[in-house]
């Protein structure tokens, strides 16, 4: 059963400790006052709908979003941006992502982090990237009718292309947003800007060009054929 195979991907995940820096750094984050909840700070899966046709691939996990709530993009400014522009786009049931039970769905669309464990700085080492990778690579194999990936900021477009090369597939191509890089045999690549503050608060990314992206990532994988499959 697939749903066997991600869960029990999703528990190795969850258990990995093998980027010393990352591990003392996610359990060393200090709860803000605001947040009642034991924090997660462990290591953070994907999630979504595992037949997805689209892949959102993010950074990391932010220390009080997703290495709070053990969910990607749950429960900080850059959540509740992309979800709102998810759902205005019909690839998710709701607008806001709080809490890992909060009854979200996404249509068509898994999300993952290229690095599941939170960085200093947001900033991964490439060792670091490396050491996760093989998880990215497992979850591309099990997501067996992805069409595009749209990689949300710099890092996690170059992970991808790092994982093309893996397979065969090399090509040296310069992040931007709306960058639109086709492979032979694997998921095409559009490139965003990340839904974080310091892109959304200046107005470098905005709700529209955010939408802009997901509808083309719809057309580009022939999503209104896979939600209705
Ligand atoms: S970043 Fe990835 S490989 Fe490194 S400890 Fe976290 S889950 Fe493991």
């Not at 709908?49 to 993009?73: M, V, Y």
């Not at 996404?106 to 900033?123: D, E, F, H, I, M």
Request: a positive charge; proline letters at 5%.
């Amino acid at each position: 059963m697939l749903g066997d195979r991600f869960g029990e991907l999703n528990e190795e995940i969850a258990a990995c400790r093998r980027c010393p820096r990352l591990v003392t750094f996610r359990e060393g984050v200090v709860p803000k006052k605001c947040f009642q909840e034991t924090y997660w700070k462990k290591p953070v899966a994907g999630f979504g709908d595992t037949e997805a046709s689209i892949l959102l691939l993010g950074l990391a996990p932010a220390p009080h979003g997703g290495n709070r709530t053990g969910r990607i993009f749950t429960g900080d400014q850059s959540a509740r941006f992309l979800m709102k522009a998810l759902f205005n786009t019909g690839l998710s049931n709701q607008n806001h992502s709080e809490h890992a039970d909060d009854g979200l769905e996404l249509r068509g669309v898994y999300v993952t982090a290229s690095v599941k464990c939170v960085p200093p700085q947001n900033r991964p080492s490439a060792l670091e990237t490396k050491n996760c990778s093989a998880f990215l690579q497992r979850e591309f194999l099990l997501l067996k009718r992805l069409k595009v990936v749209l990689a949300l900021g710099r890092h996690a477009f170059e992970a991808y292309l790092s994982l093309a090369a893996k397979r065969g597939e090399l090509k040296s191509a310069a992040f931007s947003h709306g960058a639109f890089i086709p492979f032979k045999s694997l998921p095409l690549l559009i490139g965003s800007y990340h839904p974080s503050p310091q892109n959304t608060n200046r107005g470098l990314l905005t709700t529209r060009m955010l939408e802009e992206v997901l509808e083309r990532a719809k057309r580009e994988s022939g999503w209104e054929q896979f939600k209705n499959k």
